[in-house]
Structure formats: C-alpha cells, structure tokens
C-alpha cells in the first residue's frame, strides 16, 4: 500500500493535540506496562498494522513478555494477566468497540473498585488516544 499524506509534515500543528494527550498518559498513575497493553489491544481490534509494530517493540522496552503478547488476543482465558489487567483490557475493548453496548455499567463498577479516579480517566484517556492514532495510521496508511 501506498502512504498517503504524511499529516506531521503537512502539518505538524495538527498533532499537538495528540501529543499533548501522550504527555498527559506518561504522567498519569498507569504503568508503561499498563499503557502498552491498552495501545496494543485496541490496535489488535482496529488492525492498524503500524501502530501494533511500533507499541509491541514499546511494549517489550517497558517488560512486557512475548509470552503474553501472543496471549494477547486471549487474555480473557489466559491466566497471564492480572484481575486489574483484565479490567484494563475490558475498558480498552468496550471502548474501541463503542458502537456495540460502549463502556458497560459492569465493566465500570469493577474498575472503580480497583482503580483510584485519576487511574481510570487515564484508562480512558489511554484507549482514546491509541483508537484516535490508529485511524490517523490507517487513514494515511502510514508505513
């Protein structure tokens, strides 16, 4: 496939935003483990072929295993992931997949029991931005 406009060249202006919410996810309360795994879920279910490349290689830097990156379409059976990131995954799907039921009441109420309110706006923040940079790539087919 061929790229199409590169946007950040054309106009670099047009990232700041994006940008600005990235900074914002590395101050947040959530692990670059915890980020890594939101970026790569929704760029599995969304097939942005870029963004899984580039956070796979994020994901190992930040100590994440191929064991369960593989697992990673999974993780409801696997036994690799923690309570907390099994609700993490949930909120990352139930998001990127809004058009189906969105963020459940359930799902919700489970992560206010294990998160703090800061932890989970930047669950939400996280998914966000990664579904927001996963159309950018597709749309401009970014190599």
């Not at 696997?78 to 058009?99: G, M, Q, W």
């Amino acid at each position: 496939m061929e790229q199409r406009v590169n946007i950040y060249q054309s106009e670099p202006k047009a990232y700041d935003g994006m940008f600005a919410l990235e900074q914002f996810l590395n101050d947040s309360p959530l692990s670059k483990q915890q980020i890594s795994l939101i970026k790569m879920r929704a760029s599995q279910i969304n097939g942005c072929a870029y963004c899984i490349n580039m956070h796979t290689e994020e994901a190992i830097k930040a100590g994440e295993t191929h064991q369960r990156l593989h697992m990673l379409n999974a993780w409801k059976e696997s036994n690799l992931f923690s309570d907390e990131e099994k609700v993490l995954l949930k909120i990352t799907e139930e998001i990127t997949l809004i058009n189906q039921n969105g963020l459940t009441d359930k799902t919700y109420q489970r992560a206010q029991h294990l998160f703090t309110d800061q932890t989970l706006i930047a669950i939400i923040m996280a998914t966000t931005t990664i579904n927001a940079w996963n159309r950018i790539a597709i749309s401009t087919r970014m190599q």
